[in-house]
């Protein structure tokens, strides 16, 4: 599975932005994570393989929203009343072990996209 992220960008605070992840493959459940220069990767959000179930994390709960395209293979991120603080490069991740649920660890992930940078000036 092969995917493809795209979207980022810059954006003054306040702003929104919209990423996408295109996948090559058949996926199941999906996560957005992010890493910040000198940060670890951090868990955003997930969604599941029928997209009934997410999991958001408490920092972008309320201004993030993740959804999905089956027939397009492709999951978006959209991201509204954007902070400095979220500024980071953004993955796409495909975890090949669950379809039902969301896991937080990345090491849960089997694919990654090579990431997409988004930078939220204040």
């Known amino acids: 599975v092969q995917l493809v992220e795209s979207g980022g960008g810059l954006v003054q605070a306040g702003g929104s932005l919209r990423l996408s992840c295109a996948a090559s493959?058949?996926?199941?459940?999906m996560g957005w994570f992010r890493q910040a220069p000198w940060a670890g990767r951090e868990f955003v959000t997930g969604?599941?393989?029928?997209?009934?179930?997410?999991d958001d994390a408490d920092s972008v709960k309320g201004r993030f929203t993740i959804s999905r395209d089956n027939a397009k293979n492709t999951v978006y991120l959209q991201m509204n009343s954007l902070k400095p603080e979220d500024t980071a490069i953004y993955y796409c991740?495909?975890?090949?072990?669950?379809?039902?649920?969301?896991?937080?660890?990345?090491?849960?992930?089997?694919?990654w996209g090579q990431g997409t940078q988004v930078t939220v000036s204040s």
């Open positions: 991740a495909a975890d090949g072990g669950s379809r039902w649920n969301v896991r937080r660890h990345a090491y849960n992930y089997d694919y």
């Open positions: 493959g058949r996926t199941y459940t």
């Open positions: 969604i599941s393989w029928s997209g009934g179930y997410t």
